[in-house]
């Protein structure tokens, strides 16, 4: 037996309710009252406002970006889920955010100087695919895809016909804001700026969190994971009619009791079904998503730690540079439990084009284990990430005039002697 998920349209006043839990208003009358610094700011008018709302807006959007994130992961209820994990992450999605709008606002632009016409409907097109296109960015942080219309068709095709009904929705969001917003005067003059500061991120977290059980209703069309596995009675149907598909009962089972709420029974059936079946992976990932999901995170890093090992012992490097990735995101100073799984998961890194994550598994790494049979190696490949990916040649001619001091005696030598001719030649041709 599988787990419902209710549509969106029949879940309408849980994302009204959303922004009303502890977590979520605490946060917002915080930043709302963050307006009543405005007359003690060593700043001109009106700079001292805009000062004021760009930092609480910035800090909201962050905040509501968290939102649905946890909500497309299936996780919908703010109390008791950190709305503030892998903060990093969305560090620049508000501004990225800012961008995808001044992208659509020069296209709208464009197409009034053709004309009222196309300047109309250039403007009607962009409020529609709006919403897919914080879909999008949310889900590859990426400005690029959140305004390539192949991208946004992509995902409006994946909704279908129900997006029709999500445009409508926030629509009229936007309007009841803006009639709360009309009628925010009639408070004192004192309390004006943390009223409408208030209102504005109440109904902006509501469509957020409508966006986020959107992308998990969808989740399968759209590409993303959950953390709360589903299936529809339809979809259901149509899994158990497919030749050559297994069942997963543990699967169907565990999102029972997550659907009932029994995170405790759940993260004790994945629990044993991890022992019992210590070689299978999709035991071993479910278990790590409990962990993470109920809160448990050192547990959760004990188990990343187990389970980069395996990885990484039977070939499987791919599936270890995933579960780093979501070790790192709840903890950022996570670093694999053996020092010589390090440059194998960097070299897995930079094969899937994640340069920064590549770097980022290597640095430090003479400090952190001196005197380990893997720094030269480290070295090399810092070495030629910085070069070939980087262009930051001096960098690399300096790790790897080190490596050919400190280690004198390693194979690497060879290597590292031909690299710095190649420097060298290329130089010579700049």
Request: aromatic share 12%.
């Amino acid at each position: 037996m599988t787990a419902s998920l209710v549509p969106f349209w029949q879940r309408l006043p849980s994302f009204f309710a959303y922004p009303l839990q502890f977590t979520p208003l605490a946060y917002m009358s915080l930043l709302a009252a963050a307006c009543l610094l405005v007359p003690i700011l060593p700043l001109p008018a009106p700079l001292d406002l805009l000062v004021v709302l760009f930092g609480i807006w910035l800090a909201f959007l962050r905040f509501a970006y968290g939102t649905l994130e946890q909500s497309a992961r299936g996780r919908l209820q703010a109390d008791g889920h950190d709305l503030f994990v892998n903060r990093d992450a969305r560090k620049y999605l508000p501004y990225k955010q800012f961008g995808v709008l001044v992208v659509m606002a020069l296209f709208v632009g464009a197409a009034h100087v053709l004309g009222r016409l196309p300047g109309f409907l250039a403007q009607n097109l962009c409020s529609f695919v709006l919403p897919a296109s914080v879909i999008v960015l949310a889900m590859t942080d990426d400005i690029g895809d959140a305004c390539n219309p192949a991208e946004l068709l992509r995902v409006i095709q994946a909704i279908g016909w129900p997006y029709l009904g999500l445009y409508g929705l926030l629509f009229l969001l936007d309007m009841s804001r803006s009639f709360a917003l009309m009628h925010a005067g009639q408070v004192p003059a004192w309390l004006l700026w943390p009223t409408v500061n208030f209102v504005a991120m109440y109904f902006t977290l509501t469509m957020f969190a409508l966006l986020g059980y959107v992308m998990y209703q969808y989740h399968e069309g759209l590409g993303h994971e959950v953390d709360i596995a589903f299936a529809d009675s339809t979809a259901s149907a149509a899994r158990q009619t497919r030749p050559g598909v297994p069942r997963d009962e543990a699967a169907e089972t565990v999102a029972l009791m997550l659907a009932e709420g029994r995170v405790d029974e759940a993260l004790g059936y994945a629990y044993e079904e991890q022992r019992q079946y210590p070689d299978k992976a999709a035991a071993q990932e479910r278990y790590l998503k409990l962990l993470f999901l109920s809160g448990k995170a050192e547990r959760a890093l004990a188990q990343g730690h187990k389970m980069i090992t395996r990885y990484l012992s039977h070939g499987r490097d791919d599936a270890a540079l995933e579960t780093y990735r979501r070790c790192v995101s709840a903890n950022a100073d996570f670093q694999p439990e053996l020092p010589a799984s390090v440059l194998r998961l960097a070299q897995a890194a930079l094969k899937a084009n994640d340069t920064r994550l590549a770097l980022g598994l290597v640095k430090g790494f003479d400090k952190r284990n001196p005197g380990h049979a893997d720094i030269p190696g480290v070295y090399f490949f810092t070495a030629q990430v910085l070069c070939e990916r980087l262009r930051d040649d001096a960098k690399a001619r300096r790790i790897l005039e080190v490596l050919l001091q400190r280690y004198p005696e390693h194979p690497l030598q060879a290597d590292a002697r031909r690299y710095l001719t190649t420097l060298d030649r290329l130089a010579a041709q700049q």
